[in-house]
C-alpha cells in the first residue's frame, strides 16, 4: 500500500466555539501523533520542502457559525501519498486514532465514533502500481471528460500570485508534481504540454471560498469542473483518469496539509446531467 485515504467520524465531547477553519488544528493533531511513534519521521514531514506526502482536512460538517454541538457528528480525513507514510495512516496498524480515543483540536476534545478504511467515496487505498497497471496501455479506452469536485478552498501559486481557478494545466500540472516526487515510474514533461494545449474545461460549477491562512486572508475556489480531451487520445485520456484518480490522496493546489485542496474524481453516475438545451 503506497496511498491511503481514511476518515474519522468525531463527536464533539462538549459545546464550544471553533475557529471556522481548522485544517491547521487537525494538521499539528496529525503531527502530535506521528511524533509519539516517530519523532523524525514527523519532523521530516513538517519541515519538507516541497510535497511532504500527507494530507489533512479541516473538520467537516455543519456549523452553525463558530459552534460545535455534541449533539452532532462530524468528519476529518487524512491523506498520504508517500509510501512510506501510508502504513502510519492505516488504521490497520497505524498510530493515528482508533474508535474511542480522544482528539483535541484547539482545547476541545472530539470522540472518534467511526473509522472509514473504505467504502466511501472519500476513503480508500491502493498503490502506485495499481494505479499505472489500470491505466496503463491496453485495450481499454478512458473517456475523453473527467470531472473533479473540490471540496474545500483550492487554490495554486503561480510565482508571488494566489490563483483560485482550477485551470487544466494547473491542475494536472500539480498532480504530476506529486506523483513524480514518489511515485516509482515518472511521468514525462511532454504530458504537461500536452494538457495545456489539449485539455479544455467543458463545464464548471465553483464558487469562492475565503480561508483563513497564515498569510491572511485568501480565496480559494470550491465546486466541480468537467475537463475534455480535445480530440481523441488513448494515452492522454488515460493519464489524465489516473491523474485524477490520484488526487483523492494527493490533494489538489497548495496547503494540502492543511485542509485545502481535498478533491477526487467523481463516478459516472456522480457526474451532473447535460444542461437543460444543451
Not at 476513503?123 to 473540490?150: D, M, S
Not at 466541480?224 to 492522454?236: I, T
Request: proline share 7%; glycine share 10%; hydrophobic share 40%.
Amino acid at each position: 500500500m503506497d496511498l491511503i485515504s481514511v476518515v474519522w467520524e468525531v463527536r464533539p465531547e462538549r459545546a464550544a466555539s471553533l475557529p471556522r477553519w481548522l485544517g491547521y488544528a487537525v494538521y499539528g493533531a496529525v503531527l502530535r501523533r506521528l511524533a509519539e511513534r516517530d519523532a523524525a519521521r514527523a519532523a521530516e514531514v513538517h519541515e519538507a520542502e516541497g510535497p511532504s506526502g500527507l494530507t489533512c482536512s479541516t473538520l467537516m460538517g455543519p456549523r452553525e457559525g463558530e459552534a460545535v454541538d455534541p449533539g452532532r457528528v462530524y468528519r476529518l480525513r487524512v491523506t498520504a501519498y508517500r509510501p512510506e507514510l501510508a502504513p502510519l495512516i492505516d488504521p490497520e496498524g497505524g498510530v493515528l486514532w482508533g474508535e474511542g480515543e480522544r482528539i483535541e483540536l484547539e482545547g476541545v476534545p472530539f470522540r472518534v465514533e467511526r473509522v472509514i478504511r473504505e467504502g466511501d467515496p472519500w476513503a480508500g487505498w491502493t498503490t502506485y502500481e495499481e494505479l499505472i497497471a489500470r491505466h496503463g496501455r491496453g485495450p481499454r479506452a478512458w473517456p475523453r471528460e473527467v470531472t473533479l469536485q473540490f471540496t474545500s478552498p483550492t487554490a495554486f501559486r503561480d510565482g508571488e500570485r494566489w490563483n483560485p481557478l482550477p485551470v487544466p494545466e494547473a491542475v494536472f500540472g500539480h498532480l504530476m508534481e506529486k506523483w513524480n516526487r514518489f511515485a516509482p515510474a515518472v511521468l514525462p514533461e511532454v504530458l504537461r504540454e500536452m494538457v495545456a494545449a489539449r485539455v479544455g474545461v467543458a463545464r464548471f460549477d465553483l464558487s469562492s471560498r475565503a480561508v483563513r491562512v497564515k498569510e491572511g486572508v485568501r480565496i480559494g475556489c470550491v465546486g466541480q469542473v468537467r475537463y475534455r480531451v480535445l480530440g481523441e487520445d488513448r494515452y492522454l485520456q488515460a493519464m489524465l483518469h489516473m491523474l485524477a484518480e490520484f488526487a483523492r490522496y494527493a490533494g489538489v493546489g497548495i496547503l494540502t496539509g492543511m485542509g485545502m485542496g481535498q478533491a477526487r474524481a467523481l463516478r459516472e453516475e456522480e457526474r451532473p446531467g447535460p444542461d437543460a438545451g444543451a
